[in-house]
């Protein structure tokens, strides 16, 4: 059995909630998966105070006591993770984005791999596709198998039209996730994947030292030896591009410091 888990930035159990709910019991109907809906406003987020101690010294060190930890337990435990929010003001909701902020350290040290990950998105007017893309940036970021997201439309109250449309979006959604869970977890970079690896890791070897926990994390990891963040098998030409990308980080990072 799967273990998907939506997290859920709004408010009100309204539209965005229940496309989640549509969305969950596509799932279940396609397969065997456990499915849970964490409401973001239903926990303890604060606003991050850009100190940068989870860079330098480690997440523990976070001067904020919240319940960050709670769920990154629960993406953890999952197979599956949607991130799901209205637009407001032609973004993620404030307590989506507090979430996404209080995850800033994984961003510089990816975790969620082996894991499929998708966005829902519920707009009235316009901007909804602008911000399917930033969650799609954020899930490769992280280290999750990105499905692209969905955004739809609607107006209160929703037509019978505007269902109808949602419905069909997100039970085309839940077969490519569902196909995306059943592939092996820890596939063969992209291109642009390997790249931000090779440039990102060379960049840290560089430019940081034992003082950060970014340099000691890639550090115990092995991912300065590694061809990316898990062992795969990269064909000739993806190892000659990650030769390439190291080369050329290289050069920018001494080009940057003379």
């Known amino acids: 059995m799967k273990k998907v888990t939506a997290f859920v930035g709004s408010?009100?159990?309204?539209?965005?909630?229940?496309?989640?709910?549509?969305?969950?019991?596509?799932?279940?109907?396609?397969?065997?998966?456990?499915?849970?809906?964490?409401?973001?406003?239903g926990y303890r987020l604060e606003t991050c105070r850009g100190c940068q101690a989870c860079f330098t010294k480690g997440e523990e060190f976070c001067p904020l006591k919240d319940d960050?930890?709670?769920?990154?337990?629960?993406?953890?435990?999952?197979?599956?993770?949607v991130l799901a929010s209205p637009n407001y003001s032609f973004h993620v909701s404030g307590m989506m984005k507090l979430f996404l902020d209080r995850l800033g350290f994984v961003f510089h040290r990816p975790r969620f791999f082996?894991?499929?990950?998708?966005?829902?998105?519920?707009?009235?007017?316009?901007?909804?596709?602008?911000?399917?893309?930033?969650?799609?940036?954020?899930?490769?970021?992280?280290?999750?198998?990105?499905?692209?997201?969905?955004?739809?439309?609607?107006?209160?109250p929703m037509t019978e039209k505007e269902r109808q449309k949602r419905d069909k979006a997100l039970a085309r959604q839940s077969r490519r996730f569902t196909k995306s869970l059943a592939k092996p977890a820890y596939p063969a970079p992209e291109l642009l994947k390997l790249m931000a690896f090779r440039m990102g890791?060379?960049?840290?070897?560089?430019?940081?030292?034992?003082?950060?926990?970014?340099?000691?994390?890639?550090?115990d990891k092995g991912w300065f030896e590694s061809d990316y963040f898990y062992p795969v098998q990269l064909g000739p030409l993806k190892t000659l591009a990650g030769g390439l990308f190291d080369s050329l980080q290289a050069r920018l990072t001494k080009h940057r410091k003379s």
């Open 11 to 41: 408010a009100r159990k309204k539209y965005t909630y229940d496309a989640v709910r549509q969305f969950l019991d596509n799932l279940r109907s396609l397969g065997d998966v456990e499915c849970e809906i964490v409401a973001l406003s």
């Open 201 to 219: 890791r060379t960049s840290i070897r560089l430019e940081l030292d034992d003082n950060s926990r970014d340099y000691r994390h890639y550090n």
């Open 114 to 156: 082996g894991k499929t990950f998708t966005s829902i998105v519920a707009q009235g007017i316009y901007g909804g596709g602008k911000i399917v893309r930033y969650f799609d940036f954020v899930g490769n970021a992280l280290g999750f198998n990105t499905v692209k997201g969905t955004c739809f439309r609607v107006l209160d």
């Open 68 to 81: 960050r930890d709670e769920l990154i337990g629960k993406i953890m435990a999952s197979d599956g993770v």
